[in-house]
């Protein structure tokens, strides 16, 4: 089959790779209708995130038509329609009996190799490094899904691959940091970040009763698709002198009730703090740049929460002497998709939410690097690109 | 018994190990990421970058840091209760929750196919004449084989065992069972230790474990998670990548 394949930094390509096959009784292979890329890719992508192997198949957010199921798989059937969470869960552990879900116990082949630096393994994750796992992404014609009856969930017939594609990770993880925030109705929610995961975490803070919810981006077009698409209000922070005193000015000197960090360890700012990170994160001496971060824990109201859904590795120079004196309460995780794709998936049906407009441009999975390089450079106002593997017409 | 120049020799190689584990680790890996760039780079700041590279990968693997050690910095000492093992007698430790109550677990246990399976990632298991084969193959090619039998059995609750005279390394072990606190299943612990023949085979012996037990152990125990509470083990067994269509988990077994 064709699947798209990292090799090295800043290198990747599409190549003939073998074909998936079931190995475990609870495996489906997923016949890969439409993926689309991730900002967390181009962490690893730029080598920021070390344990990628040459020859890696990539891609983490897909959805798909069961082709094959193994033995022991009851509940969903060959020619199900399914959507599938980027993190692998068994469904039968403490953690995923606590709808923990990113942090199951069962399906990371290398955890011995993760604990070593978390002190205790993840998940796996498709396409998303040795150390998370190892296994083959869904930039590919085909993907073997572990635990398919706990990781496949049916698509409703009225929608299209479009609007469930993102349920697998932007939309979940976006929802999830939305319910971090335990919003009270008429609340007021900042989200660092219009990407695909911020735009969702501002639709979903919305949805849960937000009265307002306030937008931080660097890029005009995305913050037009903030205002617009979900209802945001919106701040270029290369236009005001201080995000902070802009979101002080809009709430009555108060601050945001919550905070949604949706940016991660490749953040943008403009001040020395910084060209500081920018300095180290070249120098390969942290992996981390922080402005977003930071500046969420200045802006947050006293008392208030900091959801943090941006992936990071090892960062400096964090304030939590900030975080501490204003009594701020951290919520984070990797997403626990599998609590959360039914709900979406009922608020699509019911028109209340559609992740469509994220998909800007459509590719091959045979400009697959092409592709990446447009989505990494925002160019042409790309929010994600999604591919068709199994339409094989360059775009 | 060990004679006074392998003591000496143990002596001088703790004395060099001056940085923590964690910190070789990622040592290392930026290392090889500056040695890697560098050597695409082909240039005098290449050269540069290639230097420094190369030394926090010296010091990630030797354990050793010159700097450390004239500021007087050691980051390599940690508690008896820490995860250092005494690399001449390699002994280990490792400990794992299950959702299953200690009866169905020690069963589970006791079935010589289940142990097969769940030692699979390094050792190949079979019933011979009342007692266990057990075949390894060292990070250094080398094969080890011995025949284990029970020794002690509390049932529903502890389990061990110990080598029969013959074997290539000496080892006895033990697991046991114990209730967890608030319903959260059973606490595994199993315990290994080595006994490495004397004179120089054992000397090279011992050094080709000193790589293995911690994590060949801890993911025994994963791997007993995974199958007892999911009934599969997590694989990359026909993974497919650009690379071919498997991916073998590291943990020191050689293909």
Known sequence: MRALCWNGVNDLRTETVPDPGIVNPHDAILKVRMSTTCGSDLHFIGGYIPTMRSGDIIGHEFMGEIVETGPDVKKVKKGDRVVVPSFICCGQCWFCQHELWSLCDNTNPNAEMQSAVLGYPTAGIY????????????????????HADVDCFPVPEGLRDEQAVFLSDA???????????????????????????????????????????IAIDRFPERLRVARENVGSETINYEEVDSVLEALQDMTGGRGPDACIEAVGMEAHGTGIQYKYDRAKQALRMHTDRGDALREAIMACRKGGTLSIIGVYGVMDKFPLGVMMNKGL??????????????KLLEHTERGELDASFLATHQFSL?????????????????????????????? | MEDAAVMDRRRATQRRIN????????????????????????SL??????LVGANLIYRGVTGYCGMYSRLGVNTAIVNKAGSQIDPDSPEVRRAVTVGRSPEELYEFWSNPANLARIMDHFAEVTPRDGALHWRVRGPLKQVFEWDSRPVEEEAGRKLSWQTLPGGTLANHGDVTFRP???????????????????????????????????????QALRRFKSLVETGEIPTLEHNPSARGSSDTVDTGREA
């Open chain 1, 329 to 342: 309460t951290i919520r984070t995780a990797q997403q626990h998709g599998q609590k959360f794709v039914p």
């Open chain 2, 45 to 50: 700041g290449g050269f540069a970058e290639a």
């Open chain 1, 127 to 146: 396409g998303y490094t040795h150390a998370f796992g190892g296994y083959a992404g869904g930039h590919a014609e085909y993907v073997r899904v572990p």
């Open chain 1, 366 to 395: 045979e400009d697959g690097a092409r592709a990446y390089e447009m989505f990494k450079n925002k160019e042409d106002g790309c929010l994600r690109v999604v591919f068709t593997p199994h339409d094989s017409k360059p775009s």
């Open chain 1, 171 to 213: 939309g979940p993880t976006g929802y999830m940091g939305a319910v971090f925030c335990d919003i009270k109705p008429g609340e007021t929610v900042a989200v660092w970040g219009c990407g695909g995961v911020g735009l969702m975490a501002q639709k979903s803070a919305l949805l849960l009763g937000a009265g307002r919810v």
């Open chain 2, 19 to 42: 940085v923590g584990p964690f910190e070789r680790l990622a040592s290392t890996t930026v290392g090889g990421i500056l040695v890697a760039r560098a050597i695409r780079k082909r």
């Open chain 2, 180 to 218: 967890g606190p608030n319903g959260t299943g059973t606490e595994v612990t199993l315990h290994l230790k080595f006994e490495p023949p004397l004179g120089n085979v054992g000397k090279s012996l011992a050094k080709a474990f000193r790589l293995v037990p911690r994590a060949v152990v801890g």
